[in-house]
Structure formats: C-alpha cells, structure tokens
DNA sequence: CTGAATTTTCAAATAATATTGAAAGCAGGA
DNA sequence: TCCTGCTTTCAATATTATTTGAAAATTCAG
C-alpha cells in the first residue's frame, strides 16, 4: 500500500472509531492527521488535506488543544499559527483517560452519591434494589476511579515491566 | 429526594452518559431502568416509562440482549415476554468491556498491522513519522488488549483485593 | 493609526442518527 | 384453519449533531 493511501485509510478509520466513543468524526480526522504529520500544519493545511471549513478546523483545534492533545506552536517567519499533536500513544492515552473521568466519571459518582440517599423504606423492594443498583455502580466506579488514576500517573516503564509481569 | 424522582434522575443521566460514550440515549436508558427494577419488565412496561415508542423499545432490547446486558424471561401465566438485565455491574462492565474491545480494539489493531506494512522509504520523514505512530498504536492497543483480557477473567473480588492492594 | 492577514464566532444549512407507527409476521388456542 | 395477542420490521419523520461560510474580531507590521 502506499503512503497516500495507507494515510487516507487511517485518518478515516480513526475518524469512525471516534464516532463509536463519543467524539466527533472531524475532531478525531485531524486528530489522526497531526499525529502523522512530521510537521506542524497550519489551519490551512487541515482544511486542504480533509476538505472541510475553516470554522470546522478551528473549532475542533480548540477542542484537541483544551482536551490537552495538540498544541500551538509558531514557525520562525510565518504569520500564521501552526498546531503540533503529542506524538506518545501512552501520553495521549492517559491524557484522554484523565480527561474523560474528570469530565464524566467524576460528576456521575457524584450523582450517585446523591440518589443512593433517596428516602423510602428499605424494606420496600423498589427501594431496595434501586440503591443497591447505586451502591453498586459507586463501587465499581471508586475502583476504576483509584485504578486509573494510578495508570495515569504511572511511567510506561514501570506500567509495561512491572504489571504486566505481574499479571502473567 | 422521593424515589420516583430519583428514579427520573438516575434514568436520565445514565442516558446522557451513554451518548457521550457512542450508546443511543433510549437504549442506555432501557437499561438503566431494567437495572433498578426488581422485577421482570415488558415492552409495554418500558414503552409507559420511558413515553418511547414500540418499535423502539423492540429494537433497544434486542441491542442489549445483543451486547449481553439483557435477558428474555417469561412469566408463568402470561403470554408476553418479560426482560431483565444483570444486575451485577462488575459483570455489567465487564460485559461491556468485551464486546467492545472485540468490536473496536482488535479490528483496529488488526488495520493498524497492515498500515504499518506501507511501502516506501523509511528515511523519508512522513514514511517514518507514519510507521512510527502505528507502531505506537499497536504497541499501545496489544498491551491494553492484554490487560483488559486479564481484568475481564478475573474475578471481582480478585481483582479488588490484590491488585486494589498492590496498587497502593 | 491603518489595513492586510489571520483567527474566531455563530446563525443557518446540512447531514447523521434516532424514533415513530402502521403494516407484516408469527405463535398458540379453539 | 382462523383469530387474537404479541413481536418485529422499516419507510417516513423528527430530532440532534455537525458543518459551513460570511461577518466580526484580533493581531501585527509598517
């Protein structure tokens, strides 16, 4: 296969696997776009290799940049601003991980902790099983709570040569 | 806060929750609502509950029970059929886990094999940066894929007590 | 300060996705 | 077999999410 194709292959796959976890194709397009560049691109450059509008280029650069993915950055000489994305799959996985449970797990908990407080008769079994149900998600969320915060702030070293010894 | 509101509240974030996770509103709150039920319900309980149409209910079920999160049941007596979820949410995620791991991790590192097969000169720089982040992904994705294989076979109370330990 | 280059905003248009509801399908009882 | 109650399908419709593009804002060199 060609560089062309390979690369047309891969900014659209990633586009659809984005799709299926909640982030917008384009955003996911030009995450997958920078990732391969060498270079830094301009927002020129974006709109060109993907065909979409501007507005959509800056809007989705924003997003990478606040998610903590892509970053700004200037060539000596030009006017225009150029983005540059984290090139580490480790670092950019565990930067994805932070952010979606601070942005989603953390408030769901938080929920959680609240309805699990809903008055009514234990006895009752509605009452019963809804805070059991509760109980049961506050559970298992503390847990990928803990364990992920302790994958996020581990080295790869350290994660790769000790855990995964350690699991098999 | 009364029951009935909780209820309300509960169904209605773990719908939004999900969308933001790439799972239908309706379907996520199926299933929230089959999760705090102590009992078996219809179609037609469902279709009252959540005010959503037959059709709809018919093809979010068969979803879930798809997935692994629903089961049909009968009810001695009645004609209808009844459905349930697991009420376990360590089996719930780790349900979840599977399946998407088979659908979306293996199928995606399955491509990123062949894409890191591009032809080309690898001391060109885009060749280079391409085949480098493939390698990235796959090396990420395998060793994600390994661990989440560990994790989905262990059990709960394994998984908690040693390795929460050995987690600090 | 001026004006050209660039970036940002956001209402409107478009595209993608989910939902409805009526018709078709199916299973069991009489 | 035919009827009845229930389930499934799917084209039409409604809703939601994304994208556009032109205007406004900003930046910066001269």
Redo the contacts with the bound molecule.
């Keep these: 296969m060609k560089l062309s194709d390979a690369k047309l292959k891969f900014i659209d796959s990633w586009g659809s696997f984005g ?1 299926h976890w909640g982030i ?4 996911a397009q030009i995450h997958a776009l920078l990732l391969i560049s060498p270079d830094p691109m ?3 450059d974006i709109m060109e290799q993907l ?6 280029v ?5 997003e990478l940049i606040d998610w903590g993915l892509v970053e700004r950055t200037s060539i000596p000489g ?4 150029f983005f540059i994305a984290e090139k580490d799959i480790w670092k950019v996985a565990t930067t994805i991980i932070k952010e979606r449970k601070r942005r989603e797990l953390d408030p769901m908990l938080k929920l959680m902790d609240q309805l699990a407080a809903v008055e009514g008769d234990k006895k009752d079994k509605e009452v019963k099983q809804f805070i059991e149900t509760m109980n049961g998600i506050k559970r298992f969320g503390n847990q990928a709570d803990k364990m992920l915060d302790v994958l996020v702030k581990a080295e790869e070293s350290w994660f790769v040569g000790t855990l995964m010894k350690f699991f098999k």
């Excluded at 065909?51 to 959509?56: K, P």
Aim: aromatic share 0%; hydrophobic share 15%.
């Design positions: 799709t917008n194709r384009t955003m301009s927002q020129d065909s979409v509008s501007r507005g959509n800056n809007m989705n650069i924003r030009e006017r225009k601003e």
